[in-house]
């Protein structure tokens, strides 16, 4: 069942996607993303070693996602940026764009190892403790090795088994589908978790956009509205080298005709 129209969960565009285009203007960038109809943006690769992204302070960032009525719907950061120091100066920014959501986006290092595994849902439910009077949250965010096979669980079973509910389990469909994960089961084993949920399809060819792979999205949205309801969907879908809008604006215009 899809949301009622006065309870839409409101979608935004990670900024990833047209990262050839907020490399070169953001601002202009930042435009494009409203133009195709998104409610608000995610940026990636905030690493909290000083308060800038994109060689712009945070206050900067925010009056051109005000100017271009958008809102901040989450940021990645590396696992640096919320460890000593650095998580009150990735705290301090991210509250300047209005954002409560600080979701790494890829531990590579460890999640390819058990030990380390725990390593990192230790570390994670230390920050969402931190967090929770903030009204913020911290998780993390799907990528094809977070499932990687040890013994009965995968990588990615192992964190969320091992983390409290305010550890929001980012979802990514396609890139844990191309990584021989399973999406729905995923949202099936651990309901309440997917605060935030990246769309992006899977076995879609050049230029796909969602709904032309093999992702179950009936199945998918079923789960999110029962099992899950999100704050955010944020798309992951763009042009070569994150160049362009034809990609993101067909991505969301599939999702308004499934409803959403």
């Not at 005000?66 to 991210?94: E, P, S």
């Not at 993390?140 to 509910?165: K, M, N, P, V």
């Not at 998918?220 to 042009?239: A, K, M, Q, S």
Request: charged share 25%.
């Amino acid at each position: 069942m899809a949301d009622t129209d006065d309870q839409k969960v409101p979608i935004g565009l990670q900024l990833y996607s047209v990262r050839g285009e907020v490399n070169e203007d953001l601002d202009a960038a930042l435009a494009g993303v409203a133009a195709c109809g998104y409610q608000a943006a995610e940026p990636w690769g905030f690493a909290g070693s000083e308060a800038r992204w994109q060689n712009m302070a945070a206050r900067r960032i925010r009056s051109l996602f005000d100017a271009n009525g958008l809102a901040c719907c989450g940021c990645h950061v590396q696992t640096g940026a919320l460890l000593g120091d650095n998580l009150k100066r990735t705290i301090d920014f991210n509250q300047e764009l209005g954002n409560r959501y600080l979701i790494i986006a890829a531990d590579r290092e460890r999640m390819s190892d058990p030990a380390r595994i725990l390593e990192l849902a230790r570390m994670l439910d230390a920050v969402a403790e931190t967090l929770e009077p903030l009204d913020m949250w911290t998780g993390y965010h799907a990528h094809g090795f977070d499932f990687q096979r040890f013994g009965d669980q995968c990588a990615w079973e192992i964190l969320f088994s091992h983390t409290c509910d305010r550890v929001v389990m980012q979802m990514d469909v396609g890139n844990c589908a191309n990584g021989g994960g399973d999406p729905v089961a995923m949202l099936e084993e651990f309901p309440g978790r997917a605060r935030s949920v990246h769309l992006k399809d899977y076995n879609a060819g050049p230029g796909g956009v969602i709904g032309e792979g093999d992702a179950d999205w009936a199945r998918i949205f079923h789960l999110c509205d029962t099992l899950h309801r999100p704050e955010w969907y944020v798309v992951e879908e763009g042009g070569a080298d994150g160049m362009g809008f034809d990609v993101c604006r067909r991505s969301l215009e599939a999702l308004r005709r499934m409803g959403r």
